[in-house]
């Protein structure tokens, strides 16, 4: 059944996600714009929220706000029991960008990292400024990573192989077989890190995920996050599953602990099974929504496990980005050869996406 934004009405409100708007300018790839932000689409994030019992854990870490987090493992317990790993197995981190960073810099020193395009790569941004540079793979003409060119592609320098699943902005899936031979083979040679700040969404996350890999012994670095669909982007909690030199590689590059709003947030939420099926109804009802806008300008789009949806402009996608920008909705591109077309629209409330309808034609009419 669809959700409504009148359903989401009161988890809206409470997280005071209703009207946006601000005068903040954010830039996505393209010109920044002076013009108010009606529609925040340029983000990846669920306006669904946090969950009930993450509310009332935020609230009762008040109390606790004084205090430095001397302990992370209520959480840490709470994942290990899920995942069925050891103590020395999972890692924290302020958000899954901060671990994908640190874990970018620290394995690919001296090297090259390997990645398809396009893809999320701001940690790869980050590794860049620090003189790590990466090797890209195009992906398939069907949107897909191309596995099988990046294990091809692997050669001396290479020092980390990296993946996101569901890609981002592609939204697509891999085939989990062929990803599972990929990460195997390819870390007989260096660590692979697979991004899986999605996972939640798809059909079958248990099957999907490569945390089995790290289970049986292989040089696979899997980073999750509570920030898309458990809601809590603001409070920057993430996780990485991996072998135990990694995770002390992880822990050594930390500069500091978790917040203790987030820390009880995830530690309620973590595997919320009720929650976890009303946030992944809500993100798909915003995608169909994205969809329609799409369809309703006759332009294709992927069908997308995320939150998020990559449409085809049916031109340069820089100078619609521009003409949105100025009538207030956010958008993001993403480098990579033969997209230069394309525009990845985030998830968002209803009212920002009947804006983004309002807007999207004009902005195609140039």
């Not at 983000?43 to 706000?65: D, H, L, Q, Y």
Request: proline share 6%; glycine share 10%.
């Amino acid at each position: 059944m669809e959700m409504t934004r009148r359903d989401a009405l009161p988890l809206l409100a409470a997280a005071g996600l209703i009207a946006r708007a601000g005068t903040a300018s954010v830039q996505y790839g393209g010109a920044a714009s002076a013009v108010p932000v009606r529609a925040h689409l340029g983000v990846t994030e669920n306006p669904f929220g946090p969950s009930p019992a993450a509310r009332k854990a935020i609230v009762a870490s008040v109390a606790e706000a004084p205090f430095y987090p001397h302990s992370e493992a209520g959480l840490t317990d709470r994942i290990r029991g899920s995942e069925g790993l050891g103590p020395d197995q999972i890692g924290l981190a302020s958000g899954s960008l901060d671990a994908l960073s640190h874990l970018a810099v620290g394995i690919g020193r001296g090297g090259r990292i390997l990645s398809p395009a396009p893809t999320y790569a701001t940690h790869l941004a980050y590794a860049a400024r620090q003189g790590i540079e990466t090797d890209w793979v195009r992906l398939r003409a069907d949107h897909q990573i191309d596995l099988e060119g990046m294990l091809a592609a692997i050669g001396r320098s290479t020092k980390l192989a990296y993946v996101c699943n569901p890609n981002n902005p592609t939204g697509l899936l891999a085939d989990p077989e062929a990803l599972a031979a990929f990460c195997i083979a390819a870390a007989r040679r260096v660590p692979v890190l697979v991004d899986e700040a999605y996972y939640e969404l798809a059909p079958d996350p248990a099957r999907q995920s490569m945390a089995r890999l790290v289970r049986d012994g292989h040089d696979v670095i899997v980073a999750r996050t509570f920030s898309k669909v458990y809601g809590l982007a603001g409070l920057r909690i993430g996780y990485v599953l991996a072998q135990a030199p990694r995770i002390r590689m992880l822990r050594s590059l930390a500069t500091t602990s978790r917040n203790q709003a987030g820390l009880a947030a995830a530690t309620a939420s973590f595997g919320d099974a009720a929650y976890l099926k009303g946030a992944v109804a809500y993100l798909a009802d915003c995608r169909a929504r994205i969809y329609a806008v799409a369809r309703a300008n006759g332009l294709r789009f992927l069908p997308s496990i995320g939150t998020y949806v990559y449409v085809d402009c049916g031109q340069p996608a820089k100078a619609v980005q521009a003409r949105l920008a100025a009538l207030g909705v956010e958008i993001r591109l993403f480098d990579g050869a033969g997209y230069e077309n394309w525009m990845r629209i985030g998830t968002a409330t209803p009212a920002d996406i009947a804006i983004l309808g309002e807007a999207l034609p004009k902005a195609l009419r140039g």
